[in-house]
């Protein structure tokens, strides 16, 4: 049932997005399900949720017996998203790419969770491997000014919106930020 509704979410109505919490239940329920890892795959592209895609395209393959064609397809798509990484990010592989996401995805986890020193470690370390992050320059900054940096904080936006001049959320913290005092 799950799966039909991803795929009648995903297709009828055009919303692979929505449809992901479907392909996602479908999975847990029965994991062997090759056609749900691979529409869960999909869906997760659409989303720009490359980790989550990749995962998903190795469960199709993994999942398949080979003759429903899965196989041939969810190399093909994890090929194509290869190969976008390759050429829109100055990682060397996918694999790096995607270990650089979840470092990302641990350093926001840590801002939300208001662990502002861990968090700053941990964009710095995305920053690492990844000097030209906008958005991690723009939430480095968020924990910067919560520990009462000011001067670091408007610094790491100044570097965001040399990177990337529309990026609204570090202009609009920015204004923010610059009304505070330093150690406040």
Same mark, same amino acid.
Do not use: W
């Given at each position: 049932?799950?799966?039909?509704?991803?795929?009648?979410?995903?297709?009828?109505?055009?919303?692979?997005?929505?449809?992901?919490?479907?392909?996602?239940?479908?999975?847990?329920?029965?994991?062997?399900?090759? &056609?749900?890892?691979?529409?869960?795959?999909?869906?997760?592209?659409?989303?720009?949720?490359? $980790?989550? /895609?990749? %995962? +998903?395209?190795?469960?199709?393959?993994?999942?398949?017996?080979?003759?429903?064609?899965?196989?041939?397809?969810?190399?093909?798509?994890?090929?194509?998203?290869?190969?976008?990484?390759?050429?829109?990010?100055?990682?060397?592989?996918?694999?790096?790419?995607?270990?650089?996401?979840?470092?990302?995805?641990?350093?926001?986890?840590?801002?939300?969770?208001?662990?502002?020193?861990?968090?700053?470690?941990?964009?710095? &370390?995305?920053?690492?491997?990844?000097?030209?992050?906008?958005?991690?320059?723009?939430?480095? $900054?968020? /924990?910067? %000014? +919560?520990?009462?940096?000011?001067?670091?904080?408007?610094?790491?936006?100044?570097?965001?919106?040399?990177?990337?001049?529309?990026?609204?959320?570090?202009?609009?913290?920015?204004?923010?930020?610059?009304?505070?005092?330093?150690?406040?």
């Amino acid at each position: 049932t799950n799966y039909a509704m991803g795929v009648y979410v995903g297709m009828v109505q055009n919303d692979p997005v929505g449809a992901i919490p479907f392909f996602e239940k479908a999975v847990r329920i029965f994991p062997p399900l090759a &056609e749900a890892h691979f529409n869960l795959g999909g869906s997760y592209t659409k989303a720009a949720r490359v $980790a989550e /895609a990749v %995962a +998903a395209f190795r469960n199709a393959i993994r999942y398949s017996d080979g003759a429903d064609g899965i196989v041939e397809m969810a190399r093909e798509r994890l090929r194509d998203l290869e190969k976008m990484i390759l050429e829109t990010s100055p990682f060397p592989t996918l694999e790096a790419y995607i270990e650089n996401q979840k470092l990302f995805d641990q350093a926001f986890e840590n801002l939300r969770m208001q662990r502002y020193e861990r968090a700053v470690e941990l964009f710095q &370390e995305v920053l690492k491997q990844c000097p030209e992050h906008v958005q991690s320059y723009g939430n480095m $900054a968020l /924990a910067q %000014a +919560a520990l009462g940096h000011k001067a670091v904080a408007l610094a790491s936006l100044d570097k965001a919106l040399a990177l990337d001049p529309n990026y609204e959320p570090a202009r609009n913290n920015r204004e923010t930020i610059a009304s505070m005092n330093e150690g406040e």
